[in-house]
T-cell receptor
Framework: DAGITQSPRHKVTETGTPVTLRCHQT?????MYWYRQDPGHGLRLIHY???????DKGEVSDGYSVSRSKTEDFLLTLESATSSQTSVYFC?????????????FGPGTRLTVT | RKEVEQDPGPFNVPEGATVAFNCTYS??????FFWYRQDCRKEPKLLMS???SGNEDGRFTAQLNRASQYISLLIRDSKLSDSATYLC??????????FGTGTSLTVIP
């Protein structure tokens, strides 16, 4: 258990509304990630962070922004939600173990944009 | 071309059977390799990191073939509880991870 929580766990929102998803970790990990998972696509990286206020874009960053003002929290914001952003969102941390950088995931947030 | 490719299955096998999954990766600079298990509507969970010499954990054996750029996962004596989707993950290092779309396994009583 990597001590990762996500909130909310489920959300239904309307097109055009802003949405913020929160990822919280308790073990002081430097790297944090946001992925989305859709059928046929696997997990795709949205944004990641390598420290407080240090973030970078991933493969599918359009329409998303992130912030990390504290080590333990990594926020994902959809500025104006669209139906194409209906997905399951997973937060992850990475941790060096036995010579590998291994990723561990939070429980996910299921977002539906109507 | 996708970074990581897996046969999506589904693989339907009887209890006690041996089943193997393969995964190919496109970037020869890939450094680390993993298998994750994902149950329906749950998060992926790390099953095994794949060492260059291959490694075994109970009924699970993972192997890496760098020359042919594939990794494999072998499950022996399949249990009903092994039913899940198995994700192949490749890292280029620098905290860059690439995920396959997963292989679905159903173990039948």
């Amino acid at each position: 258990d990597a001590g990762i929580t996500q909130s909310p766990r489920h959300k239904v929102t309307e097109t055009g509304t802003p949405v913020t998803l929160r990822c919280h970790q308790t073990e002081n990990h430097r790297y944090m990630y946001w992925y989305r998972q859709d059928p046929g696509h696997g997990l795709r990286l949205i944004h990641y962070s390598y420290g407080v206020k240090d973030t970078d874009k991933g493969e599918v960053s359009d329409g998303y922004s992130v912030s990390r003002s504290k080590t333990e929290d990594f926020l994902l914001t959809l500025e104006s939600a669209t139906s194409s952003q209906t997905s399951v969102y997973f937060c992850a941390i990475s941790e060096s173990r036995r010579g590998f950088d291994e990723q561990y995931f939070g429980p996910g947030t299921r977002l539906t944009v109507t | 071309r996708k970074e990581v490719e897996q046969d999506p299955g589904p693989f339907n096998v009887p209890e006690g059977a041996t089943v193997a999954f393969n995964c190919t990766y496109s970037n020869s600079a890939s450094q680390s390799f993993f298998w994750y298990r994902q149950d329906c509507r749950k998060e992926p969970k790390l099953l095994m990191s794949v060492y260059s010499s291959g490694n075994e954990d109970g009924r699970f054996t993972a192997q890496l073939n760098r020359a042919s750029q594939y990794i494999s996962l072998l499950i022996r004596d399949s249990k009903l509880s092994d039913s899940a989707t198995y994700l192949c993950v490749v890292s280029l290092g620098g905290n860059q991870f690439y995920f396959g779309t997963g292989t679905s396994l159903t173990v039948i009583p």
